[in-house]
């Protein structure tokens, strides 16, 4: 069974409009910290009427509400720049890997993109997109988020130049993995927005996820 837990923590209307860029101050960390292990950190969920956003902590089989958890990048998940031209030209990158054996080697998170809690005959397709509606780092949009996997091939990119790279389409009951790769230490605030439609009606649901890369 699955737990949901909540914390005394930032509220999610306030962490968004962080991520929006409506507040430039960095917000208050929440009590509860992830860094290590596998976590699914855009995890959906529809009860039937409405979609919901969750962090997944697959390794003690708890849900979190994103408002309600800190996800923690240490310094140890510094590597060298892969050279893809999308990651900048700084010579080091914080990595979370996409196999579940390195991110456990590294000490690190090994981050998930779920879908696998939807049920299947509900939502048009079969599928549902999930896009990064924004990305702050230190309170300022940035250019310093991605993610790919394979030899670079792009899922999410921050990079305000382009509207590229901003939405991605999973089937539901699919579960996810891919690089996410951060270029500056910093607090980052990433909002991404689940999206279906069910009987002709698009249902969506938006959520905030603060990350904390060390130094």
């Given amino acids: 069974m699955r737990t949901l837990t909540r914390a005394l923590t930032l509220s999610g209307s306030l962490a968004a409009a962080v991520a929006l860029g409506g507040l430039t101050a960095t917000p208050a960390l929440a009590a509860t910290t992830l860094s290590s292990g596998h976590v699914d950190v855009v995890d959906a969920e529809w009860d039937g009427t409405d979609l919901h956003l969750h962090v997944h902590d697959e390794e003690n089989d708890t849900e979190y509400e994103p408002a309600d958890v800190t996800l923690s990048v240490p310094a140890a998940a510094r590597v060298t720049n892969p050279g893809y031209g999308f990651l900048g030209t700084g010579s080091q990158i914080w990595l979370l890997p996409d196999t579940e054996l390195e991110a456990d080697a590294a000490g690190v998170l090994f981050p998930g993109i779920s879908a696998e809690h939807l049920p299947t005959g509900v939502f048009a397709n079969d599928s549902v997109s999930y896009r990064l509606v924004s990305a702050t780092r230190n309170g300022a949009p940035t250019d310093d988020f991605s993610v790919y996997e394979g ?65």
């Fill in 151 to 215: 030899a670079g091939t792009r899922w999410y990119d921050s990079n305000t130049a382009t509207t590229s790279f901003k939405s991605k389409t999973f089937g539901v009951g699919t579960h996810n993995h891919a690089n996410w790769a951060f270029e500056e230490a910093g607090t980052y605030q990433l909002t991404f927005r689940v999206q279906g439609t069910v009987g002709g009606v698009t249902e969506s649901a938006t959520a905030t996820y603060t990350v904390v890369v060390s130094s």
